[in-house]
């Protein structure tokens, strides 16, 4: 080839142009790199070369690691084709405990600006793993503390703190355990139940402020009817002591009334039993007695009109015609309405005068009749009658 270069220079010039022109289309299309400069407190396992990653996919390497004082300077540098966050930050990941470390840009770009070239994260965008050492410190720390020389330090009892702590919860829980772990178990579903109906619980929250709101808005009557609950319960504090005499009195009363019932059971039985017939009388005779309050009204107006102040007498008019022409007509009847346990006798005594009507006093329906009713001698049942 190099014989056909020096017999042909015209390949060699074309030669020349493509590598010129594979070089700048490499660099438009954006195959260089993004530097980035970090301050880090500790840079433990991490090294030149340590990989730089997004998501823990390797985008770029770690140029340089140097110690500045109270912090190390890590100097890194990822391909510009991958974007980052302006505001991102970079953490050093230990992906186990022994083993190098790498650096992780986070949090993924998703729309916005973008790290510039030679950008610079301080101390506050920074952040690296606990070391093994801290936390066997923090645990040595914290043994000290419940030691003998801490919270578990002896006291005039021989005993420690803690050690009466861990004895007494241990006799507490001893034998406990199954009930113990239902306790758990109980509530998990709890908390599981409230998970499920959280939206029931928030209406009744929200319920409950609504609640809460109209108390709000009607605050001036919730004052006045505490401010009248209040007057209501001096007032029965200032009357207390008469209270106590009324209710003592009461009791007093109370006690004299079941003395009266108990001595006078048979009286009373005897008074209710005949209230009892009364009131069934009035039930019987409800319509007699309607009629009665209706008319009652005009016979007392007619009473007062009948009397005569000036001679002190009712003024009334005999219907002595009347009753001689009625004696005369029906003479049996008259008689026995007037004198009911004489009615048998006169009846014979006017059959055989020829006055009366027989007819009207038997069973005989070959003429008119007149129905005699007998006088109700108990008063339609107010009183009682031997029979």
Not at 204 to 221: G, H, I
């Amino acid at each position: 080839m190099n014989r056909l270069l020096r017999t042909n220079p015209l390949i060699a010039v074309v030669a020349v142009v493509a590598l010129i022109a594979a070089a700048l289309v490499l660099a438009f299309r954006g195959g260089g790199t993004v530097h980035v400069t970090a301050d880090f407190p500790r840079a433990i396992s991490l090294y030149k070369g340590s990989d730089v990653r997004i998501l823990g996919v390797s985008v770029g390497k770690v140029d340089d690691v140097t110690a500045d004082g109270t912090k190390v300077v890590v100097k890194f540098h990822y391909d510009s084709k991958y974007k980052v966050p302006a505001d991102a930050r970079a953490v050093v990941i230990s992906p186990s405990i022994v083993g190098d470390r790498f650096v992780q840009l986070t949090p993924v770009w998703t729309k916005g600006a973008v790290m510039q070239n030679n950008a610079s994260l301080g101390l506050d965008r920074t952040a690296t793993p606990l070391e093994l050492d801290e936390i066997f410190g923090s645990i040595n720390d914290l043994t000290k503390a419940l030691g003998p020389d801490g919270a578990n330090k002896p006291d005039s009892t021989g005993t420690g703190a803690l050690t009466r702590l861990l004895d007494s919860t241990a006799k507490n829980f001893g034998g406990e355990g199954v009930q113990f772990n239902q306790t758990l178990q109980n509530l998990s579903k709890f908390t599981k139940t409230l998970s499920d109906n959280k939206d029931q619980l928030f209406g009744t929250l929200s319920e409950v402020e609504n609640f809460t709101n109209a108390l709000a808005k009607n605050d001036t009557t919730v004052r006045k009817f505490n401010d009248s609950l209040a007057s209501g319960a001096g007032l029965l504090a200032d009357e207390r002591s008469d209270l106590a005499a009324v209710l003592k009195n009461l009791s007093t009363a109370l006690t004299q009334v079941r003395s009266f019932v108990a001595d006078n059971r048979q009286a009373l039985s005897v008074n209710i039993k005949g209230l009892n017939q009364i009131s069934k009388a009035f039930v019987k005779n409800r319509a007699q007695l309607d009629e009665s309050l209706k008319d009652a009204p005009e016979a007392l107006n007619n009473l007062a009109l009948a009397y005569d102040p000036n001679a002190g007498t009712l003024d009334t008019r005999a219907n002595v015609g009347e009753t001689v022409n009625q004696l005369t007509a029906k003479p049996s009847v008259v008689l026995c309405a007037l004198l009911p346990d004489a009615c048998g006798p006169l009846t014979s005594i006017l059959g055989v005068l020829g006055l009366g009507r027989p007819a009207a006093l038997t069973n005989d329906t070959s003429g008119p009749t007149t129905t005699i009713q007998p006088i109700d001698k108990s008063l339609a049942g107010l009183v009682e009658v031997n029979r």
